[in-house]
């Protein structure tokens, strides 16, 4: 599986971007996805994951996200998608979308990721 990661750029505190991820090489609408970051000089940290299981799906968000991010997919593109609304400077950061064959449970831990995008930054100016 191959993940492009794009969206990303300059925005004003306040503004709003959406992030896609668009993978190849497999069919992966049965995969567990989701959104890490990191900003200079501090660990990766995670964004948001979504998943398939048993009850259609699970999505979990970090705290310092929650209300203001969303991600969804589109398994007939083979992508996801971080619309990010309401940014704040602390979400400065490179953004890197992840995948993994394990679906059913959601994770937060960049360990339960196989496979990485490339990264795309977004800078949020105050």
């Known amino acids: 599986v191959q993940l492009q990661a794009s969206g990303g750029g300059l925005v004003q505190a306040g503004g709003s971007l959406r992030l896609s991820c668009a993978a190849s090489?497999?069919?992966?609408?049965?995969?567990?996805m989701g959104w890490f970051r990191q900003a200079p000089g501090k660990e990766r940290e995670f964004v948001a994951t979504?998943?398939?299981?048993?009850?259609?799906?699970?999505?979990y968000y970090a705290d310092s996200v929650k209300g203001r991010f969303t991600i969804s997919r589109d398994n007939a593109k083979n992508t996801i998608y971080l619309q990010m609304n309401s940014l704040k400077p602390e979400d400065t950061a490179v953004y890197y979308c992840?995948?993994?064959?394990?679906?059913?449970?959601?994770?937060?831990?960049?360990?339960?990721?196989?496979?990485w995008g490339q990264g795309t930054l977004v800078t949020v100016s105050s």
């Open positions: 979504i998943t398939i299981n048993s009850s259609g799906g699970s999505i």
């Open positions: 090489g497999r069919t992966f609408s049965s995969y567990r």
């Open positions: 992840a995948a993994d064959r394990r679906s059913g449970v959601i994770s937060s831990f960049g360990r339960d990721y196989e496979y």
